[in-house]
């Protein structure tokens, strides 16, 4: 086991990384900003050291400093969370040629499945479905127009390196293709540095299934059961709960065990998760995989009762998994939201100081937060500030355990998104789990 992990992030996920390394009697280094300098990751880690200013570039995704800093600590790993350099392969290249241990996957799986293209391939091979699309990418706005007509409308084009809704365009028409076409490879090259896109058929008001998985450098691959994430405004998640509402075991299993073989057949050998697209007939197709730990593992642990962080950097520290398929069991319902600084209606950011702050409790509840009374939150990075989890028997109870811990919740001397999920929370059609992609835009026109 590792002696001393840095942790090459800020905010919620490095506290989160912190509390699994006290469990398991690592000590860790924490690397901050110098406008992070009070951030509470900062205060409960054993080390800290600053790797630069506020922006990114020159903080978190500073790889010289950020390797500087776990040589000059003795760190022998470096976890590096969700976001920043979490999905960067040259990042973990340099780490092992450093002589530290990079807790994610290899390169090579960051590549192959960071490909949406080398994705589709992959999963092909083993049997899982996808959407009729281009198997290579697309390079001009002709060559476009005849696979959009081969495929029919609507199609979607996608940034073959991209995430998070960036470089992604939804086209209707031959009419708006062109222009559709030519700013999602904008998108894609201002976003991931590589302009390319792909095309694939559209599937209209899907819900947004994915599947936990946990793998160890001894061959072995299991899957924690599955996540519904279709509350999401412009592709960026809001709300996400496991398990999906509407699937049956049989398709659980399907699903997972699709996964499993994914995950097999590249040699998969950390956390990972699977997102697929479920339309209406209870079809599922692939969509891609997030070779990290996301942001909404918090559901999967309540309902299987499996530290997702501490099997992540004991995988990475070659040992094998301490579950077998069978030994996963899915308890009750669990639901994530995600609270951001930012205006409810609006949607935009809301920095500044908190100068009051009272978190929920009682049975069923976690926060995963990062802030404190009298904390600022800071311009500078994401608007999320905390994640508000809760466990109960049933969704029924689950929904009406969120909407009284969701009352309890005050944040204040900011805006934040703690009235939009109470509107969720008493939305009729979320409450009978008759939810898909497209539930924001009608619940808030």
């Known amino acids: 086991m590792f002696h001393k992990i840095l942790i090459a992030n800020r905010g919620e996920i490095a506290l989160r990384i912190i509390r699994a390394c006290k469990e398991l009697g690592i000590k860790t280094v924490a690397v901050h900003s110098d406008v992070d300098k009070e951030a509470l990751h900062v205060k409960l880690a054993d080390q800290s050291i600053c790797i630069g200013p506020a922006p990114s570039a020159k903080s978190y995704l500073n790889m010289k400093a950020i390797i500087s800093a776990a040589e000059v600590t003795d760190a022998d790993a470096i976890h590096p969370g969700y976001g920043f350099l979490s999905e960067n392969a040259e990042f973990a290249e340099i780490c092992a040629n450093c002589g530290l241990t990079f807790i994610g996957p290899t390169p090579e799986n960051m590549r192959l499945m960071g490909d949406k293209i080398s994705a589709r391939q992959t999963v092909i091979a083993v049997g899982v479905p996808i959407l009729p699309g281009t198997k290579e990418g697309v390079h001009s706005a002709e060559e476009a127009k005849k696979v959009a007509a081969e495929i029919g ?35 894609a090259q201002a976003g991931f540095g590589n302009p390319e896109v792909y095309i694939e058929k559209y599937c209209e008001e899907p819900r947004h299934v994915e599947v936990q998985i946990l793998a160890d450098k001894h061959g072995n691959v299991i899957h924690l059961g599955e996540r519904d994430c279709s509350i999401q405004r412009r592709h960026q998640k809001l709300l996400e709960e496991a398990p999906c509402p509407v699937l049956s075991p049989e398709l659980r299993k399907k699903m997972g065990d699709c996964a499993v073989a994914a995950a097999k057949a590249v040699k998969y050998t950390s956390v990972g998760t699977f997102e697929f697209l479920l339309d209406k007939n209870n079809n599922f ?51 994530e939201c995600r609270i951001n600084a930012e205006d409810p209606v609006k949607f935009t950011p809301s920095p500044g100081k908190i100068n009051g702050y009272h978190t929920p409790g009682g ?6 937060s990062a802030v404190y009374d009298q904390y600022t939150v800071l311009p500078h990075y994401d608007s999320m500030i905390a994640k508000l989890i809760v466990h109960a028997d049933t ?51």
């Open 363 to 368: 049975l069923g509840v976690r926060v995963d």
């Open 285 to 335: 197709y692939f969509m891609e995989m997030n070779t990290r730990v996301q942001v909404e593992h918090p559901v999967t642990e309540m309902i299987t009762g499996v530290d997702i962080i501490k099997e992540q950097i004991r995988s990475a520290a070659g040992l094998p998994l301490r579950f077998k398929q069978s030994d996963i069991k899915i308890r009750g319902h669990a639901i």
């Open 395 to 445: 969704r029924e109870e689950a929904i009406s355990r969120m909407a009284r811990a969701l009352d309890e919740y005050i944040i204040e001397g900011i805006k934040t998104s703690i009235p939009l999920h109470k509107r969720i929370m008493a939305n009729k059609d979320f409450r009978e789990g008759n939810a898909d992609t497209s539930f924001m835009e009608k619940l808030i026109l």
């Open 153 to 187: 409308y609507p199609v979607i084009i996608k940034a073959t390196a991209g995430g998070g809704g960036r470089g992604m365009k939804v086209v209707h028409s031959p009419a708006s293709l062109p222009n559709a076409f030519a700013a999602a490879r904008t998108e």
